[in-house]
């Protein structure tokens, strides 16, 4: 089990405080309780939050490999002619890092900056996102954005435009409760439904 590099430097964080409270505790026991429980905390709930584990699935040529943890909230064209759209949904419960849905290459990223809407209501459409486009073989093409949602308001992308990766690579997280969609063209078969519970890199999201 890893963590994400921000949650590295905030359990460390934790951990410190605990120390510092830990060691007021024979001089200054009113503070350093506090300080103490405090810290622990605050170090468990980073490392529940930010942990990162290894999803090593195989997947077979012409499955589209799902990029995020959470539950599929819809399925469906949003008005876009020929593209359907997967949207999943992040509670604080689940592993928050994005994963390649295929391999390619990064052709482009772009930020837009909007709301901050609770992610799994309609309002979060206008929310601050990050959209991924990643581009293979034969023309095919699969972008993910990612949305906040009403708490942390932060975004990690890790690639680059120009960056090739790997189907299961992680390409960014989002802190706390978000939103991921997936936009594919409409002749992929999707295999999941509304309601279902998914797994980056180990769900088989589609196929081509």
């Not at 905030?10 to 409270?21: F, T």
């Not at 810290?39 to 012409?62: C, H, I, Q």
């Not at 802190?175 to 998914?198: C, H, M, N, R, T």
């Amino acid at each position: 089990m890893g963590f994400a590099p921000i949650g590295i430097k905030l359990i460390s964080g934790g951990v410190a405080a605990a120390v510092v409270g830990g060691l007021l505790l024979s001089c200054c026991k009113w503070v350093g309780m506090p300080l103490l429980l405090l810290g622990l905390f605050f170090a468990a709930f980073s490392a529940y939050f930010f942990r990162d584990p290894e999803r090593n699935t195989v997947f077979a040529p012409g499955q589209i490999a799902c990029p995020a943890d959470g539950t599929v909230m819809t399925i469906q064209n949003e008005g876009t002619p020929g593209i359907t759209v997967v949207r999943i949904f992040l509670s604080v419960l689940n592993v928050h890092v994005q994963r390649s849905p295929m391999e390619g290459k990064v052709e482009s990223i772009k930020y837009t900056k909007g709301k901050f809407a609770i992610a799994y209501k309609p309002e979060a459409a206008n929310n601050e996102r990050n959209r991924i486009r990643i581009t293979g073989e034969g023309g095919r093409a699969v972008e993910i954005e990612q949305i906040t949602g009403s708490i942390a308001r932060r975004i990690a992308c890790y690639v680059a435009e120009g960056q090739q990766v790997k189907i299961g690579e992680r390409v960014g997280m989002i802190y706390f409760g978000s939103q991921v969609a997936v936009y594919l063209p409409e002749s992929a078969k999707i295999l999941v439904k509304p309601g279902d519970a998914v797994a980056g890199s180990e769900t088989i999201l589609g196929l081509w």
